[in-house]
């Protein structure tokens, strides 16, 4: 009876299906935080018309207590919940560690790392970053005798075999994480910016013993080995101006020169192939299920309006005012047939600091040209800082080449289901869907309910049912 209240209101968004990520920390210990409320909200998701819900999945939670020991029981539950409203679901793996709220690695990941600091990628420093694991180790026995992608391929099988009666219904994408934040990316720039402070340009991630290793033979076997002692020595620290040093000097930059060439050929090849090992392992695991497996890309837009492109260098992206370096990574995707997730879709230029010559939508543009090339499908995210007029942004990709596939609304966060919260997401979710109608002209019949009050009644009832 309340769906076909709804009916007036669910409008199809015709190529887009929208899903929306549930909060990071909806399972911990290995069962469901605030299972009503969550339950009650699927329920109003589902009125509203959304396709599903995105669940990550946390390393650090399933395999917590030792390696090869996994627990999916709190994750089972929320894929039978989804399944009950009705709903898909879209899965992330996440191989990665959380900062806010605080999801660890591991404990036996960290463990071994106390000893062995260089599992983990560092800077120039030596500092290392204990938020996912060096792609330098992918392939050495670092892990009791296994490599990383070992237990990730043990991890994705156990996963596989736990959730048989979901995947291809109900779970209908996997997203592999394949780094920093579960972006194919290094960990450039760590912490949080301020929004109101000018990004610094990054600082390159070579310096863990295993990078420099490989560093090391690939200048001697390019004929230059003075070339592979170390990373570049004029770029600039994480949070200084790319013009605090010569490397990334908009012209003359070393960047541009046969060392700067080879630095970020090789730099940017190891990420590349780091998320080719990982995504041709989830297309493996996952060929016989009819599941869409999605990798995701990140955003670098600030410094995109320099010729050298900063920060997308140091994050792993060769791609600069002479160089296209998304082309290569949508190769990659296609090669193992998965498609990219694109956060950023609420980023507009107009927004952006003016001293951070940065270009969210345009590099948005690029990799959009470079993935319709190769032929890889686009889901959009907005990005985790809330951006003014975001929606309008959102919109305005939907209906571009930039997004074809899916948009994760990220992300439904503890509060969310609170009376004073929810009424935005529904409102968001209507604008998406209406283009013409604004909230003024909602029809109204005699007798029936809007959807927003119907909703407003779920989410006071789901407030209730938590307090009893
Ligand atoms: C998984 O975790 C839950 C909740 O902590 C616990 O009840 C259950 O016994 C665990 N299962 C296994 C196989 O350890
Ligand atoms: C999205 O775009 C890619 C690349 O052009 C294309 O191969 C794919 O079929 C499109 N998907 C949808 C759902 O339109
Ligand atoms: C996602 O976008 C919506 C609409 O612009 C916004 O209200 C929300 O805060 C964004 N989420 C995050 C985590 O920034
Ligand atoms: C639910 O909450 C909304 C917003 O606070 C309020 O306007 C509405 O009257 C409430 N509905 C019920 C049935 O209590």
Redesign the pocket.
Known sequence: MLSRLFGCFILQLNRIRLFAGLPLDVVS???VNQFRAISAGLKALKLLGLEGVELPIWWGVVEHESMG?Y?W??YLTIAEMVRKAGLKLYVTLCFHASSQPKIPLPEWVLDIGKTKSNIFFKDRAGKPYRGCLSLAVDELAVLNGKTPMEVYQDFCESFKSAFSAFIGSTITGITMGLGPDGELRYPSHRGFAKSDTVPGAGEFQCYDKNMLHLLKQHAEACGKPKWGLGGPHNAPAYSELPTANTFFKDHGGSWESPYGDFFLSWYSSQLIAHGDRLLSLASLVFSDSAVNIFGKVPLMHSWHGTRSHPSELTAGFYNTATRKGYEEVAEMFARNSCKIILPGMDQSDKYQLKESLSSPESLLAEIGTACNKHGVGISGQNSTVGAPDGLKQIKKNMLSENLNDSFIFQRIGAQFFAPEHFPLFIEFVRKLNQPELHSGNLPTKEGTTTATDSVHTRSNLSIHMQSA
């Open positions: 210990g290995g069962s020991k627990n029981s709190g």
